[in-house]
């Protein structure tokens, strides 16, 4: 099939924003999605804890994940003022999340690693959620409809450019549904081009690749395999 073409999409600052489906939304350099209308926050695969629960393994990693998560997100929180946050699964317990939670409105969409941890804070768990065209859950479906979005997969994207190739967290989007990157620290990757994301980005994908201080739009054509 010929490469769908995308939506125009802005650079409005450090953020790109887009129709996603019927809905404009912005990707922020945080890994987050902003969407105004609703004055809702996005974000995807915390895993809180993750350090500390390797650590209890045997696989000795800073345990700091936590605290990095959480910090990014009061940013975010208190520069946004958001009205809504939605969790798209994956995450555990905190004391300064209970202490977040209690700002706004907070939903978690359940995640494969979340077991009862939502229940146990306190806000409203779904399974899918929609606001306004919008439609959010954990793991992108086939043949969803304009509007869905996913975490789940955790997308980064290989991309070359002055000799060299960088591999950064990215957005993963056609224009009518995003796979949103994991905002947790110890998260691993799956490289945009790998066959799990044919099957939902059939007619290519653009990746809106993370940098140190904005997003990047990036073609399918410059994206490169691991």
């Avoid at 393994?57 to 959480?70: E, I, K, V």
């Amino acid at each position: 099939a010929a490469p769908r073409v995308m939506a125009p999409m802005a650079i409005a600052g450090a953020n790109v924003e887009f129709k996603l489906g019927d809905a404009l939304v912005a990707a922020l350099p945080e890994g987050a999605l902003w969407v105004a209308e609703s004055k809702t926050l996005i974000v995807s695969d915390i895993h809180f804890e993750k350090g500390s629960s390797y650590a209890l393994r045997g696989q000795m990693l800073p345990p700091y994940d936590t605290h990095a998560a959480l910090m990014k997100l009061t940013d975010l929180m208190l520069r946004l003022q958001p009205d809504i946050v939605v969790s798209l699964g994956d995450s555990f317990d905190r004391d300064l999340l209970k202490l977040l939670m209690s700002r706004c409105d907070w939903i978690w969409v359940e995640g494969n690693h979340d077991g009862r941890a939502p229940e146990t804070l306190g806000g409203a768990v779904r399974e899918v959620l929609h606001i306004g065209a919008l439609v959010l859950r954990h793991e992108p479906t086939l043949n969803a409809a304009p509007g869905e979005i996913a975490g789940h997969l955790h997308p980064c994207a290989k991309v070359s450019g002055r000799g060299r190739s960088v591999r950064r967290r990215c957005f993963a989007t056609d224009g009518a549904r995003l796979v949103m990157p994991a905002f947790g620290a110890y998260t691993g990757g799956l490289n945009v081009c790998d066959d799990a994301y044919a099957p939902i980005f059939a007619n290519g994908v653009t990746a809106l690749v993370l940098g140190k201080d904005r997003v990047l739009p990036v073609a399918s054509d410059r994206l490169l395999s691991d």
